[in-house]
């Protein structure tokens, strides 16, 4: 019986980088970049893979990424706990956006996407709709909504709401960011 792999021809290179993130160093041994502005995070992995590499290198690049993460995914505990933590400046800001637009029962839906120049970035939305893999935290009746890719992603981050001369918005204090851009809206 032949194992189903988790990275497929028409897999995203975002989605592998969200996922199985250690895979960029073999990525880029075929040729791939997979830094900075100029990674195709859109494109699927055969079309990046095809301005970098024949077909052979390519099924030799696929088979070994995904023997890789076939391997991260049987070492990964089934249940992770979410320990993202939301402040109650973010819960209170969520609040009062609610009220001016004048709904409720709506939770904070807090997404980590493939893109920005440093690789990732948050994207915060009111959502009414909870997903059946949602992990949800609730803080102070606020319930915040994370799909279970990008609470890996945020593991152990703390979700914040600032508001200075400079700037104003949601904030996000990622341990797991390597990298972040000047922008402070994109990481990697």
Do not use: W
């Amino acid at each position: 019986m032949k194992m189903e792999q988790p990275i497929k021809s028409e897999t995203t290179i975002g989605e592998i980088m969200l996922k199985y993130p250690q895979l960029a160093d073999t990525m880029a041994k075929y040729g791939l970049k997979m830094t900075g502005c100029g990674t195709p995070y859109q494109d699927t992995v055969k079309a990046a893979a095809a301005t970098a590499m024949s077909d052979e290198d390519f099924g030799k690049m696929l088979g070994e990424i995904n023997t890789a993460a076939a391997k991260m995914d049987a070492e990964r505990p089934k249940e992770r706990p979410a320990t993202i933590e939301v402040t109650g400046n973010a819960v209170e800001k969520v609040k009062e956006l609610m009220k001016k637009q004048g709904v409720t029962g709506f939770g904070l839906r807090v997404e980590v996407k493939p893109g920005g120049c440093a690789g990732y970035s948050y994207e915060f939305a009111l959502d009414d709709e909870k997903k059946s893999d949602d992990i949800i935290i609730e803080k102070d009746g606020l319930n915040v909504l994370v799909d279970p890719a990008s609470a890996e992603a945020l593991k152990g981050a703390v979700i914040d709401y600032v508001e200075t001369l400079n700037r104003s918005g949601f904030k996000v204090d990622n341990p797991n960011a390597h990298a972040v851009c000047s922008c402070g809206s994109s990481f990697g």
